[in-house]
């Protein structure tokens, strides 16, 4: 698709004068066709033409590019060099043009990436840049749940996929370790006596105080005194009184907490940003920023006045001088910048911090605007089990993220006798993954687990079904055989390809699976481009069905085409290999 892409657009600058980059994708089923383009209808608005004498026009410059490089215009595959681009170039109403490449041309793609595979699809997109992805963001006096799974392991697979474009990824935490939600924990703690308490107890007094908080006004006063006195013992890193211990023994083990989860998920962080470490800059910034008139006083609270750009007015230094949420955030973005000056900043949340969000950015866009434009700020919405239940952690019903592991790991114990890490971290990782981010998530353990449909597992099992072939013809061609990665792979030499006629007997699934591999590279880019690891799931799962129709199909050892097939599922498992990488998954060496 690149070189269809490259070729068009130098036609259509050559007859038309136009910058131009077409859009090529895989034809449509209704179409006999491998690609197809809908450029000449997009052209059309330009050159005041029909659509389809434009795409007339454009098959004819084709057809003549061809004949430059000494292919006959009836694209004769006879005494023909492989390396040539042969398309044969069809045209279609309202104005498509469509293109069909000879099985040679496939063939010999796959056998260029079997060769060096990892040269072939590393792309430097963003080489030189740095990337700093903040995603998860767990509140130190809180559990873990279900979202912040869900945000670690997306965020993770769009941390990897700019490390594939070639930046320096730097992956960021974000968490509250001052604000009501830790005064809440810690009058709980103090009401029950708990002075060094588990996080169990740290979970469960959450729950109690956030009742407290909103059922009893006496409590309620005590909880924001508190508030206050948690903000200074932090600010002042005080360590002495009762209260101070209390804290910072629960902070500490709430970070430990943290860490000892992400390990189990094979995720970390390079830079965890506790709130208070920003809090000061932000307070600064919103300061400086008021006596500018970006922000004003509102009955003793500094606030900056959304209405005006479509949005709602938020709090960012309350009556008591002390930073909110807001205030913080500012104050993320400015020490983001000074420890890294990022050339992007990709922020993950939960779809109700969107409009909070709309009013951070805009207000920092008042004085820094080009720190906002490098901002890109993602939302998810609800994982929830089936049935629909709603949870919150506010209320205690939450799904605890250990609990997700441990239900998914019971689910694949109960269906194939396995606790396989690599195979339930796939089921969990993948499930997640496989949606595109924005709307909610209805997971099912027992779906995550089979492996017959949409799932980790199945992509795992299509991979070691692929080795096991691989190893099943071990050293078959002696000299050209080497050891990479676990597996054998197999290397033919310039003479052994030309000795293979290929003309005619390269069956369907085989070519089909050709086919579907070059598009990995395509459909990497965009999904760089989107920051959008669900496209890059989804085309592995498409790639394992074609590879499981040419498993059915197409007999490898002891065929004519051993040598072909052979390099063709070398380069399929090491698609799939890199493809998962990137999503986190890890493939086992047996299922």
């Known amino acids: 698709m690149q070189e269809i892409r490259e070729w068009l657009n130098e036609i259509i600058k050559e007859l038309y004068d136009v ?111 740095t990337v700093i992805c903040e995603f998860s963001d767990p509140n130190p006096f809180k559990i873990l749940h279900v979202g912040h799974l869900y945000t670690s392991i997306v965020g993770d697979a769009i941390s990897r996929l700019y490390e594939y474009a070639g930046a320096k990824v730097v992956r960021a935490n974000f968490g509250g370790d001052v604000g009501l939600h830790v005064a809440k924990t810690m009058y709980a703690l103090q009401r029950e006596n708990i002075v060094n308490p588990t996080i169990e107890d740290i979970a469960d007094c959450y729950v109690k105080g956030t009742a407290d908080y909103e059922e009893n006004e006496d409590a309620k006063q005590k909880i924001v005194a508190l508030n206050k006195q948690i903000y200074r013992i932090n600010q002042k890193d005080e360590h002495d009184s009762e209260l101070a211990k209390l804290y910072w023994y629960g902070r500490e083990l709430s970070y430990e907490y943290f860490k000892d989860f992400y390990a189990k998920i094979g995720i970390k962080f390079d830079k965890y940003y506790p709130e208070s470490t920003v809090a000061e800059l932000g307070l600064t910034k919103v300061k400086e920023q008021l006596e500018k008139g970006v922000y004003k006083l509102s009955d003793g609270a500094v606030i900056f006045d959304g209405e005006k750009y479509g949005l709602h007015t938020r709090v960012f230094i309350n009556k008591d001088g002390v930073p909110t949420y807001e205030a913080k955030d500012v104050g993320l973005i400015f020490t983001k910048w000074q420890d890294y000056h990022f050339d992007k900043s990709v922020v993950i949340t939960g779809n109700e911090q969107l409009d909070y969000m709309k009013v951070v950015l805009k207000s920092v866009e008042q004085y820094a605007p080009d720190l906002v434009e490098k901002t890109s700020h993602l939302t998810h919405g609800l994982v929830k089990l089936p049935g629909n239940v709603k949870m919150s ?89 080497c050891r990479r990665g676990g597996y054998n792979v197999v290397t033919l030499s310039n003479s052994e390809r030309e000795g293979v006629s290929q003309k005619n007997i390269i069956v369907e699934a085989e070519r089909n699976l050709a086919k579907k591999i070059l598009e990995y590279k395509d459909t990497l880019q965009n999904a760089v481009f989107e920051m959008a690891p669900h496209k890059l799931a989804n085309y592995l799962y498409e790639l394992a069905q074609e590879f499981s129709r040419f498993y059915e199909n197409c007999p490898v050892a002891g065929s004519e085409r051993e040598p072909e097939r052979l390099q063709l599922v070398k380069v399929y498992l090491d698609t799939m290999a890199h493809g998962l990488d990137i999503l986190g998954i890890n493939i086992p060496e047996e299922m």
């Open 393 to 481: 952690s506010r209320k205690g019903n939450f799904l605890k993220a250990v609990e997700v592991l441990d239900m998914v790991r019971d689910a694949l114990k109960a269906e194939y006798n396995s606790t396989d890490e690599k195979v339930y971290l796939s089921a969990v990782k993948y499930a997640f993954i496989k949606y595109k981010m924005g709307g909610n998530i209805v997971f099912d353990p027992h779906d995550s687990v089979k492996m017959t449909g949409n799932s980790g597992p199945y992509l795992l099992y299509s991979c070691v079904r692929a080795k096991k072939i691989l190893a099943s013809v071990n050293n078959v061609f002696g000299e050209h055989s």
């Open 19 to 129: 910058d131009f980059d077409a859009e090529i994708t895989v034809a449509p089923e209704n179409i006999e066709a491998d690609y197809s383009t809908n450029a000449p209808l997009k052209l059309a608005k330009i050159a005041h033409e029909a659509p389809i004498n434009i795409a007339g026009r454009l098959k004819e410059a084709f057809l003549s590019k061809i004949e430059l490089l000494g292919v006959d215009k009836d694209n004769s595959l006879d005494e023909i060099s492989k390396d040539v681009f042969m398309p044969v170039v069809t045209v279609s109403e309202p104005g498509f043009i469509n293109f069909i490449l000879p099985d040679e041309y496939f063939m010999n793609k796959i056998g260029g990436l079997a060769e060096d595979f990892a040269k072939n699809i590393s792309w430097g997109e963003y080489s030189g840049k």
